[in-house]
């Protein structure tokens, strides 16, 4: 069993930027990104595998978000630049037992989640 714990969320103007991190309880294949807006259905944000040598985003942030990882640490990141009001969602980090995973099925762990609120 892994536990996940994200921190980083917060309140932040359209335009700014924000880190989010998620700590593992252990070591961790495949990680990934996800958020969910109020309303909406859970959404893909941005995947890694496992040695952080792939990365997979959704087209909604691509080129303004980056996902590393620091095997050593346990640690997955989510760098958000240009952020904008319909980035506003919990953001949940979520584990594999694969070493690569893009669709929520293939997760096997996730954390609580994360507020990103971004204003206008």
């Known amino acids: 069993q892994v536990q996940l714990v994200e921190s980083g969320g917060g309140l932040v103007q359209a335009g700014g930027s924000l880190r989010l991190s998620c700590a593992a309880s252990g070591r961790t294949a495949g990680s990934g990104w996800f958020r969910q807006a109020p309303g909406k259905e859970r959404e893909f944000v941005v995947a890694?595998?496992?040695?952080?040598?792939?990365?997979y985003y959704a087209n909604s942030v691509k080129g303004r978000f980056t996902i590393s990882r620091d095997n050593a640490k346990n640690m997955v990141y989510l760098q958000m630049n240009s952020l904008k009001p319909e980035d506003t969602a919990v953001y949940y980090c979520?584990?594999?037992?694969?070493?690569?995973?893009?669709?929520?099925?293939?997760?096997?762990?996730w954390g609580q989640g994360t507020q990103v609120t971004v204003s206008s």
């Open positions: 979520a584990v594999s037992k694969k070493y690569w995973a893009t669709h929520s099925f293939e997760y096997d762990y």
């Open positions: 890694i595998s496992a040695s952080g040598g792939s990365t």
